[in-house]
């Protein structure tokens, strides 16, 4: 299990901890302009390389892969450190996004192949506090390690990458030693390496226009090329799957199956939500409340808290009851009103109701992640589990991506007119006045600038606020208001929208149908599957791993079942005595 989570910590601290370092990295380099295609090329090749480790690992076993992710991921960490220009970061970036797309979907497949249904609820928790956990400690390290200059004679910013390399290595040991799987029978189908290129063609121009569209511009001539190639290449993705047929990186056969396919939107929806309102709740910290990168992140533990607190409860009572339709309800409704609450936070709120509504919001996350990721795997059978996995990550991160673009677009597009207005409303208050006029013969370079900027009704005074937000810290309380409260009310119109999304995700759950969870792992469901029917307990089988029938449902375990479950074995009704529902240790 150790294994397993220093994992998920390599590829859930990483894009945390580089957020923040990426302007001092960009300054290093002399590559500002540049700086959101190291973003973009790691965000590219993890998303490309999801689906893939899920479907190879399906094919040839997990541990080789999850250990070759690892691999790939500190070989990229350490070049990363030895960037000399942001063409280079960007290069190595992309290599080691290669590396993150396994980390995470297959650290949850071993775990669903090890540990049934109802037992992983508990588990997951611990990835979930994981993940939380690093959404607090990422910004602060990065704002410590790129604010130093130098640490041991290396550049402050390089240990931002340079820190991933002792955790990988020992994540390396632990899964090499302590991971015992099964080895799997070797595949002779071929790996569906057309499905993979068509998809890079179709996912890549809409990556790179979800994160360069506000820039270029979305009607802009190459956003308008990146759409008709990336729909092209969708298109064709969907044609190569279907003559692929189950052997695809994708089998369109699951989505037949109707827990899945709507988990998948589900995910879709979710993702675009919780990506969307994280990622605004760090711009109100630092923008509106003046916060550092690295006191903002501290000030999200409510969120965390909320979520881990989510994660465990709803962990424990799915592991003691078998049930878990209630949980993403609770989820998506807790959720819908944090997103909501968080509309009517302004610039003159305090800040703990904004962390009592970031506490609710997290607590809706943690109830609704991972029965969402324990429900997927559990829909389809366990000979599936690697790519109903990483399928349920692949599509929760375009949702993400795409849910990002889209909020934050809403929220540049609200802030010229809403801080024009807050401006003009300004320039009639006496104390403004005063405070623009002394401002001008201010030692404050940044008062000093805008202050003779709007005495001269110069309007790109201004507008370089807009540019380079971090200038609001540096101005006056008088002067930064304006700022400050049209900031304030863009964000609380993007939440709102993000409030539309998570209802929308409410509405979806609603219509969600709760299969009965399996009370095996994966592995030893499988092995019951191809061994069982030969003896003729074929019956048995189905009952203690919830397989499914033909009409692509899942049939419960029988009452008895769950009942032995529930005491920590599970009894066979040929007399072989009680089994565990383990089949590997981590």
């Known amino acids: 299990?150790?294994?397993?989570?220093?994992?998920?910590?390599?590829?859930?601290?990483?894009?945390?901890?580089?957020?923040?370092?990426?302007?001092?990295?960009?300054?290093?380099?002399?590559?500002?302009?540049?700086?959101?295609?190291?973003?973009?090329?790691?965000?590219?090749?993890?998303?490309?390389?999801?689906?893939?480790?899920?479907?190879?690992?399906d094919m040839f076993g997990r541990k080789p892969f999850f250990m070759a992710a690892i691999s790939i991921f500190v070989v990229g960490s350490l070049l990363c450190t030895m960037a000399q220009s942001m063409y280079e970061l960007a290069a190595f970036r992309a290599f080691q996004g290669l590396?993150?797309?396994?980390?995470?979907?297959?650290?949850?497949?071993?775990?669903?192949?090890?540990?049934?249904?109802?037992?992983?609820?508990?588990?997951?928790?611990?990835?979930?506090?994981?993940?939380?956990?690093?959404?607090?400690?990422?910004?602060?390290?990065?704002?410590?390690?790129?604010?130093?200059?130098?640490?041991?004679?290396?550049?402050?910013?390089?240990?931002?990458?340079?820190?991933?390399?002792?955790i990988g290595l020992i994540a390396l040991g632990v899964v090499s030693k302590v991971l015992k799987l099964p080895k799997r029978p070797h595949s002779t189908d071929r790996v569906d390496w057309w499905g993979v290129l068509v998809l890079a063609i179709g996912l890549v121009p809409l990556l790179v226009v979800a994160e360069q569209g506000r820039e270029w511009?979305?009607?802009?001539?190459?956003?308008?090329?990146?759409?008709?190639?990336?729909?092209?290449?969708?298109?064709?993705?969907?044609?190569?799957?279907?003559?692929?047929?189950?052997?695809?990186?994708?089998?369109?056969?699951?989505?037949?199956?109707?827990?899945?396919?709507?988990?998948?939107?589900?995910?879709?929806v979710v993702g675009s939500a919780m990506f969307g309102g994280?990622?605004?709740?760090?711009?109100?910290?630092?923008?509106?409340?003046?916060?550092?990168?690295?006191?903002?992140?501290?000030?999200?533990?409510?969120?965390?808290?909320?979520?881990?607190?989510?994660?465990?409860?709803?962990?424990?009572l799915i592991s003691r009851t078998g049930r878990y339709r209630i949980f993403p309800l609770i989820g998506a409704s807790m959720l819908t009103l944090g997103l909501f609450l968080l509309h009517f936070v302004n610039a003159d709120s305090p800040l703990w109701v904004a962390m009592i509504f970031m506490a609710c919001t997290g607590f809706g996350l943690g109830n609704l992640m991972q029965p969402l990721t324990i429900a997927v795997q559990n829909a389809l059978p366990p000979k599936d589990m690697g790519v109903s996995t990483a399928a349920a990550t692949f599509f929760r991160q375009?949702?993400?991506?795409?849910?990002?673009?889209?909020?934050?677009?809403?929220?540049?597009?609200?802030?010229?007119?809403?801080?024009?207005?807050?401006?003009?409303?300004?320039?009639?208050?006496?104390?403004?006045?005063?405070?623009?006029?002394e401002a001008a013969h201010s030692s404050n370079p940044a008062d000093a600038a805008l202050a003779k900027g709007l005495l001269a009704q110069d309007t790109s005074a201004a507008g370089g606020v807009l540019k380079d937000s971090s200038i609001v810290q540096q101005l006056s309380p008088e002067l930064a208001r304006p700022f400050k409260v049209g900031f304030a009310e863009s964000m609380s119109t993007v939440f709102l929208s993000v409030t539309g999304m998570a209802l929308l995700a409410l509405i979806l759950v609603l219509f969600w149908k709760e299969v009965p969870l399996r009370t095996v792992g994966g592995i030893e469901a499988a092995r019951d599957v191809a061994t069982k029917p030969a003896d003729g307990d074929g019956p048995d089988v189905v009952e203690r791993a919830g397989l499914l029938t033909a009409g692509g449902e899942a049939v419960s375990p029988s009452q008895d079942v769950l009942a032995n479950s529930a005491n920590g074995t599970v009894g066979s009704t040929n007399g072989a005595g009680p089994r565990s529902g383990g089949a590997g240790s981590a």
């Open 398 to 437: 375009i949702g993400g991506t795409m849910g990002v673009a889209v909020f934050l677009s809403i929220l540049f597009a609200q802030l010229t007119p809403n801080i024009s207005t807050e401006m003009k409303s300004a320039a009639t208050d006496p104390a403004f006045q005063h405070a623009v006029v």
């Open 99 to 166: 590396g993150a797309g396994g980390l995470m979907s297959l650290a949850l497949t071993i775990l669903g192949d090890i540990v049934s249904p109802r037992e992983r609820a508990k588990y997951q928790g611990y990835f979930l506090a994981v993940f939380g956990t690093s959404s607090v400690i990422g910004p602060v390290l990065g704002g410590v390690l790129a604010g130093q200059d130098s640490i041991l004679g290396i550049s402050g910013w390089r240990w931002v990458f340079l820190v991933n390399v002792p």
């Open 217 to 268: 511009g979305w009607g802009s001539g190459r956003s308008i090329l990146c759409y008709v190639i990336g729909l092209l290449g969708v298109i064709g993705f969907v044609l190569v799957e279907k003559s692929m047929k189950d052997k695809a990186l994708i089998p369109l056969r699951m989505f037949a199956n109707k827990t899945f396919a709507l988990g998948v939107v589900i995910s879709v």
């Open 278 to 316: 994280i990622s605004l709740l760090p711009q109100y910290l630092q923008v509106v409340r003046g916060s550092s990168p690295t006191l903002a992140g501290l000030q999200m533990l409510p969120m965390v808290l909320g979520m881990m607190t989510g994660s465990v409860v709803s962990g424990q």
């Open 1 to 57: 299990m150790s294994g397993l989570l220093l994992g998920m910590l390599l590829a859930a601290l990483d894009q945390t901890i580089v957020s923040t370092a990426i302007r001092t990295i960009a300054d290093d380099l002399d590559g500002y302009s540049m700086q959101a295609w190291a973003t973009t090329a790691y965000l590219i090749t993890a998303t490309l390389a999801t689906p893939l480790y899920g479907k190879l690992s």
